[in-house]
């Protein structure tokens, strides 16, 4: 694809009612800004699920039709995610779950760690890029350091990693994205400080896949986690990690089970269905921009008209925000996802969720597994209010979120 057929077809913007006509769910009627818990799927993801499941399927191999359509279906899955991600088909790890899979490398990096040696994580996270860190450094007898964010900008500068390193760190887990506030840190930077003091990169993208394009290596990720349930997909995890660390790593395994990687790290028969629903997904976003070209290209394309729409949509939810009486709006870092995080005066996020849910409206209330990042907002167990966007949601929707928190709060 030319670069000027690029720039046509991005600035033609996001047919919203064509993807919307793809979500069976959004016939139900509600608006849903839940998506940073899991977006909504689309109809070709559940048919290449259904056709998967029932066509004939048995253990890997060449000889039957049946063990052709599992090759199939997870070479397909790689290379799909390869390209979502800006990585290598090879380098790509499935598994039930994000938190699941960075349970399992945390247990495997933990090996080449003695005693006094360093990691350091982040309070902005959610808890499955902190807590599989810190059991397995307690356990190896390693020093946990943490890195704090700006809790009146949001922001989390990479001066806060410069503060934790030393000639012992050997691990550095952060997030891509905050999945509570937002906030997007400088990961290139982060990488280059992490790198310099001899240490590897472990990137929670989960959030951060759903609204912009990767590029693992231009961000400098050593290792880059995500969920295909955020971002259209059936649920599952995928970590990809930089080959010749993945080559490095033994993880416990039977003995008949491949040793070469990506197989090595994969526990059991893979879920063929769940890996022929990611592969849609990915098509799915490869055709939002309707451009040509590589399958990379295209989700380039398409990707790029998400964040405009998106970000039009989240800036039209902050203006609505600033004329309602009583509303602090946590996300305020300079790059962020359209994901705004709400506390109110004197009223719990709950019961704020509970009246737009009564009219149509889902936004959920909580403190959605990131722990730290709640703690230190001082938001307590009650957590707030949070309002996500995904490519399908639209201006009705906007204006449905809008209408009905002036009643809640003008009642």
Same mark, same amino acid.
Request: proline share 6%; net charge negative.
């Given at each position: 694809?030319?670069?000027?057929?690029?720039?046509?077809?991005?600035?033609?913007?996001?047919?919203?009612?064509?993807?919307?006509?793809?979500?069976?769910?959004?016939?139900?009627?509600?608006?849903?800004?839940?998506?940073?818990?899991?977006?909504?799927?689309?109809?070709?993801?559940?048919?290449?699920?259904?056709?998967?499941?029932?066509?004939?399927?048995?253990?890997?191999?060449?000889?039957?039709?049946?063990?052709?359509?599992?090759?199939?279906?997870?070479?397909?899955?790689?290379?799909?995610?390869?390209?979502?991600?800006?990585?290598?088909?090879?380098?790509?790890?499935?598994?039930?779950?994000?938190?699941?899979?960075?349970?399992?490398?945390?247990?495997?990096?933990?090996?080449?760690?003695?005693?006094?040696?360093?990691?350091?994580?982040?309070?902005?996270?959610?808890?499955?890029?902190?807590?599989?860190?810190?059991?397995?450094?307690?356990?190896?007898?390693?020093?946990?350091?943490?890195?704090?964010?700006?809790?009146?900008?949001? +922001?989390?500068?990479?001066?806060?990693?410069?503060?934790?390193?030393?000639?012992?760190?050997?691990?550095?887990?952060?997030?891509?994205?905050?999945?509570?506030?937002?906030?997007?840190?400088?990961?290139?930077?982060?990488?280059?400080?992490?790198?310099?003091?001899?240490?590897?990169?472990?990137?929670?993208?989960?959030?951060?896949?759903?609204?912009?394009?990767?590029?693992?290596?231009?961000?400098?990720?050593?290792?880059?986690?995500?969920?295909?349930?955020?971002?259209?997909?059936?649920?599952?995890?995928?970590?990809?990690?930089?080959?010749?660390?993945?080559?490095?790593?033994?993880?416990?395994?039977?003995?008949?089970?491949?040793?070469?990687?990506?197989?090595?790290?994969?526990?059991?028969?893979?879920?063929?269905?769940?890996?022929?629903?990611?592969?849609?997904?990915?098509?799915?976003?490869?055709?939002?921009?309707?451009?040509?070209?590589?399958?990379?290209?295209?989700?380039?394309?398409?990707?790029?008209?998400?964040?405009?729409? +998106?970000?039009?949509?989240?800036?039209?939810?902050?203006?609505?925000?600033?004329?309602?009486?009583?509303?602090?709006?946590?996300?305020?870092?300079?790059?962020?996802?359209?994901?705004?995080?709400?506390?109110?005066?004197?009223?719990?996020?709950?019961?704020?969720?509970?009246?737009?849910?009564?009219?149509?409206?889902?936004?959920?209330?909580?403190?959605?597994?990131?722990?730290?990042?709640?703690?230190?907002?001082?938001?307590?167990?009650?957590?707030?209010?949070?309002?996500?966007?995904?490519?399908?949601?639209?201006?009705?929707?906007?204006?449905?979120?809008?209408?009905?928190?002036? +009643?809640?709060?003008?009642?």
């Amino acid at each position: 694809m030319s670069d000027s057929t690029h720039r046509t077809t991005a600035g033609a913007g996001l047919d919203v009612t064509r993807i919307r006509a793809h979500f069976p769910a959004l016939e139900r009627g509600a608006a849903h800004f839940d998506g940073p818990g899991g977006s909504q799927t689309p109809d070709v993801v559940a048919d290449a699920i259904r056709d998967t499941l029932l066509s004939p399927l048995a253990n890997r191999g060449t000889t039957t039709a049946a063990e052709r359509n599992a090759e199939r279906a997870v070479t397909e899955c790689r290379a799909a995610v390869a390209d979502l991600l800006g990585t290598t088909a090879d380098s790509v790890i499935f598994g039930r779950s994000m938190t699941a899979l960075t349970f399992d490398l945390s247990r495997m990096l933990a090996a080449q760690w003695s005693p006094g040696d360093e990691i350091v994580v982040s309070r902005l996270d959610h808890d499955a890029n902190v807590r599989p860190w810190v059991i397995a450094a307690e356990r190896a007898g390693v020093t946990v350091r943490w890195m704090d964010f700006d809790v009146r900008t949001g +922001e989390l500068p990479v001066d806060a990693l410069h503060r934790q390193l030393s000639g012992r760190t050997r691990l550095v887990a952060v997030t891509a994205a905050s999945n509570l506030i937002g906030t997007m840190p400088d990961l290139p930077a982060f990488a280059r400080a992490a790198h310099d003091a001899g240490a590897k990169l472990y990137v929670d993208g989960v959030h951060y896949t759903a609204h912009t394009l990767v590029d693992v290596e231009a961000l400098g990720a050593d290792f880059f986690a995500c969920s295909p349930y955020k971002f259209l997909g059936p649920h599952c995890g995928v970590v990809t990690g930089r080959p010749e660390l993945l080559e490095e790593l033994r993880p416990d395994k039977l003995l008949p089970s491949p040793d070469r990687v990506p197989e090595r790290f994969e526990l059991g028969t893979l879920p063929y269905e769940l890996m022929a629903g990611t592969t849609a997904a990915v098509t799915f976003l490869a055709g939002l921009a309707g451009a040509d070209g590589s399958r990379r290209q295209r989700l380039e394309a398409g990707m790029a008209l998400v964040e405009r729409h +998106e970000d039009r949509l989240r800036a039209r939810i902050e203006d609505g925000l600033a004329r309602l009486p009583g509303v602090t709006v946590h996300s305020r870092a300079r790059r962020r996802t359209p994901t705004l995080l709400l506390t109110f005066d004197g009223v719990e996020p709950a019961a704020v969720s509970s009246f737009l849910a009564g009219r149509g409206v889902n936004a959920p209330a909580g403190s959605f597994y990131a722990h730290e990042t709640a703690e230190l907002l001082g938001l307590g167990k009650p957590g707030g209010l949070r309002i996500g966007l995904a490519p399908y949601n639209d201006d009705a929707d906007v204006d449905r979120l809008l209408t009905a928190l002036d +009643e809640f709060f003008t009642r």
